[in-house]
Antibody
Framework: QVQLVESGGGVVQPGGSLRLSCAAS????????MHWVRQAPGKGLEWVAF????????YYADSVKGRFTISRDNSKNTLYLQMNSLRAEDTAVYYC?????????????WGQGTLVTVSS | NFMLTQPHSVSESPGKTVTISCTRS????????VQWYQQRPGSSPTTVIY?????PSGVPDRFSGSIDSSSNSASLTISGLKTEDEADYYC?????????FGGGTQLTVL
């Protein structure tokens, strides 16, 4: 069965950096696009970033463009999110999600999420 | 980029039918598929409708989806409401370079 397990969350000071990881199993990781989606406490879902199956294209929400970088290692079945210049408004649960396709379409599997708290 | 607008909350009694709307701000609702996700407190989202009106295996046929080009909106209808349907529901669509969620609708079954 498909499993997505996020890790790397924690407490970081404003302006700091953090790298999230998502270990994937149960499907051919290298054949699907992957996303990061976040949810601030008590708020709705916000799409953060997408990477194509082969890493050739990456897209970002305007709110994180220039600060966050999505990447993947298909040999390790792992998705990453490098987060720099973190702000209080980046505080959220970050979910890794698999797309149905190689391009942006829909989310068919989600991880359990990892909490990132940006606070001094 | 377009936005998706949902009502903040809806409530209905067990056994009744409820419909949640999702209105696209620009461009045609029919241009890109709409998905619906259910999120219970403390849990990750799960898909209840994909590609406008398709149900994943395991989702009861009480859940149905549709789109209406005249109002440029999508709808999620849940019939025969059960207390277990109480959750937040999010619509989602996409374009070539981004994905977008509606703000979410809190469904109360009372």
């Amino acid at each position: 069965q498909v499993q997505l397990v996020e890790s790397g969350g924690g407490v970081v000071q404003p302006g700091g950096s953090l790298r999230l990881s998502c270990a994937a199993s149960g499907f051919t990781f290298s054949s699907y696009g992957m996303h990061w989606v976040r949810q601030a406490p008590g708020k709705g879902l916000e799409w953060v970033a997408f990477i194509r199956y082969d890493g050739s294209n990456k897209y970002y929400a305007d709110s994180v463009k220039g600060r966050f970088t999505i990447s993947r290692d298909n040999s390790k079945n792992t998705l990453y999110l490098q987060m720099n210049s973190l702000r209080a408004e980046d505080t959220a649960v970050y979910y890794c999600a698999k797309d149905q396709l190689v391009i942006i379409r829909a989310f068919d599997y989600w991880g359990q999420g990892t909490l990132v708290t940006v606070s001094s | 980029n377009f936005m998706l607008t949902q009502p903040h909350s809806v409530s209905e009694s067990p056994g009744k039918t409820v419909t949640i709307s999702c209105t696209r701000s620009s461009g045609s609702i029919a241009s890109n598929y709409v998905q619906w996700y259910q999120q219970r407190p403390g849990s990750s989202p799960t898909t209840v409708i994909y590609e406008d009106n398709q149900r994943p295996s395991g989702v009861p046929d009480r859940f149905s989806g549709s789109i209406d080009s005249s109002s440029n909106s999508a709808s999620l209808t849940i019939s025969g409401l059960k207390t277990e349907d109480e959750a937040d529901y999010y619509c989602q669509s996409y374009d070539s370079s981004f994905a977008v969620f509606g703000g979410g609708t809190q469904l109360t079954v009372l």
